[in-house]
């Protein structure tokens, strides 16, 4: 009892006590393997739960089954590619404004799926993402010409390329510059968690909840719906567009390709199997998925049909995902405890945190 | 059809008034159109002065106006205490940008809400799990802890047993005469409306059969014909008598 008491009381400690957690051993990645390989995947690692954490606030706690959340971040990475290709500026100062752009464009689907529910959410937002797409691919258009070969508006279905990227080069020289953007990478993931966190503990998320479990409760109680959704979305829209802006500047290149119902699966089972709604699902769920993904590599067509057999297994047998799995274990475990020391004080108990 | 049609009553401050009716005459959705989740088509609702017609749900809230539903409304994956927490810091005024903590006043609202309908073993529960009970007490807990000037409840006692009745019926005597709060109550169990109420409305297809002291409800005879019935009123009558006898 006291135990459980813990958990529920001090949500805030033990956020703190996982991300430190999580936090040491990113840093201390690249010092035991800066192998091109490792970087790489911990960075796309990165990448996706950067994405994903933020998608969750508006899945996982607001409730509301969007799925334009890659089109958000291909928002933010075009916008950011763009204007550095067209404008000459630079990729930090476009960076910003891609994810300005993403809470925009976020905001605006949050407003455009305010009459919808459920399954409806999805169709819209589903619609969005493939409209983007196609308008992408038959962008065939002459927009500027460098030489003779003729270059589109959007770059159409080869991506747009030759926008620059964030420095590291210049900074680290070729072989530590790799270093930097994983680094870079991590320190977008912890803010956006931080940021994600920080709504989901407050007012903030409570207003989400509310409106998630009862929509006429919540509006009777003084949450006005249509500003809650429309914040929801454009809230969540800022840290997955800088991480679209970071994609583009990491493989200086952004592509249609980002915006494939494949990726978005995967991100969507990420989000499945690590928990939706919870604090640190968005995070576990990208390790797990990225881990099979990587341990599947040799079998090559059964790559798909392993993350696919998982994201079943949980959404049929643990909804609440690995989080909420450990959550209940977690809670057992002390409860046991608490138990077993039978009104011992509850000061005994944090030194298990 | 209207499911509410020309119906025109008036609630004075500190009063409870009592609505009853058979099913589908219309309660539920007068609530609605009260407090803003359903859009009136015609006529005016005044509120302390305030003009309240066509105001979201959220804004009538803000003017002072909590409801309870009738389905036991809450959310349920979260705990009694967040309940709470999110009536009383969301109701209480309207909240342009939320802060990122609940303020103090705002739980200290939510705990006297907590401990005046008696929930402070339950504050940890998850909503979801929760007997009919606490339910209920959560949902009043929930509607004063915004410190509300007007109290519209949604069948409050339906579905609980006399012992549980009897506990809410307490509950919210205290509401009144502590927090000089105006009540309209909507109930089917007779005996909980006649004691409570100052006056009854009885509607019938959306219209109002009846207007008037809460005691003169068995002896209207359209009010037996439509609703009562006579073995009912004929126990109300009884039962209002020993009321009588019993002070």
Not at chain 1, 99 to 119: K, N
Not at chain 2, 45 to 60: C, E, M, P
Not at chain 2, 132 to 143: E, F, T, W, Y
């Amino acid at each position: 009892m006291n135990g459980a008491g813990f958990i529920r009381m001090t949500p805030i400690r033990r956020d703190i006590a996982i991300g430190l957690f999580f936090l040491a051993i990113a840093i201390a990645i690249p010092f035991i393997d800066s192998s091109r390989s490792t970087m790489t995947q911990v960075i796309l690692l990165f990448i996706w739960a950067s994405i994903v954490t933020q998608w969750n606030l508006v899945f996982g706690v607001a409730g509301i089954f969007s799925l334009a959340q890659m089109a958000v971040f291909t928002m933010g990475g075009y916008t950011a590619a763009m204007l550095s290709l067209y404008m000459g500026w630079s990729l930090w100062l476009t960076s910003f404004l891609g994810a300005f752009m993403a809470v925009l464009v976020s905001g605006i689907i949050g407003a455009a799926t305010i009459r919808l529910r459920g399954a409806y959410v999805a169709l819209l937002t589903i619609g969005f993402a493939v409209v983007m797409q196609v308008l992408i691919l038959t962008d065939s258009d002459c927009f500027f010409y460098r030489g003779v070969t003729c270059y589109n508006f959007t770059g159409g279905s080869s991506g747009l390329s030759q926008f620059g990227d964030f420095g590291f080069r210049d900074w680290l020289g070729y072989k530590q510059s790799l270093v930097g953007k994983y680094y870079l990478a991590l320190f977008l993931l912890v803010l956006g968690t931080i940021f994600a966190l920080v709504i989901m503990r407050g007012p903030f998320g409570y207003a989400f909840r509310a409106l998630r479990d009862n929509a006429n409760c919540a509006s009777s109680q003084g949450i006005n719906r249509v500003k809650y959704q429309i914040l929801v979305f454009a809230l969540s829209g800022f840290f997955t567009g800088l991480s679209g802006a970071f994609y583009a500047g990491h493989y200086k290149t952004i592509g249609p390709t980002m915006l494939d119902l494949s990726v978005l699966l995967l991100l969507l089972s990420m989000m499945v199997v690590g928990g939706l709604g919870r604090a640190w699902g968005p995070l576990l769920g990208c390790i797990i998925l990225m881990f099979i993904d990587d341990q599947l590599k040799v079998y090559a067509e059964w790559r798909t049909v392993g993350t696919g057999a998982i994201t079943i297994l949980f959404i049929i047998v643990f909804r609440q995902g690995v989080a909420g799995l450990i959550e209940q274990l977690w809670e057992r475990l002390l409860a046991l405890r608490g138990a077993r020391t039978a009104g011992a004080s509850a000061t005994n108990d944090k030194a298990t945190g | 059809m209207a499911a509410v049609d020309e119906l025109s009553f008036t609630v004075g401050h500190g009063e409870i008034l009592g609505v009853g009716g058979p099913n589908g005459a219309g309660k539920t959705t007068l609530f609605d159109v009260i407090s803003g989740l359903t859009p009136a088509s015609g006529g005016t609702i005044t509120f302390d002065g305030q003009d309240l017609t066509g105001k979201s749900a959220d804004r009538v809230c803000h003017a002072g106006i909590s409801r309870t539903f009738q389905l036991n409304a809450a959310y349920d994956t979260l705990t009694v205490k967040e309940n709470v927490l999110c009536a009383s810091y969301y109701g209480f005024r309207n909240v342009v940008f939320p802060k990122f903590r609940f303020d103090r006043a705002t739980r200290t609202r939510a705990d006297e809400a907590i401990a005046f309908v008696g929930l402070e073993d339950d504050t940890e529960t998850v909503v979801g799990e929760l007997p009919i009970l606490q339910r209920k007490l959560l949902m009043l807990a929930a509607a004063v802890a915004r410190q509300p000037r007007l109290l519209l409840l949604d069948e409050p006692v339906g579905g609980l047993n006399r012992q549980e009745i009897d506990l809410v019926m307490g509950i919210l005597r205290r509401f009144r005469d502590e927090q000089a709060l105006t009540i309209v109550l909507i109930e089917h169990v007779m005996r909980f409306l006649v004691a409570l109420s100052d006056r009854a409305l009885i509607m019938h297809h959306g219209q109002k059969i009846y207007e008037g002291p809460a005691d003169g409800l068995a002896r209207d005879k359209t009010v037996v014909e439509v609703y009562l019935g006579e073995r009912l009123a004929q126990r109300l009558r009884l039962g209002i008598e020993e009321a009588e006898a019993g002070d």
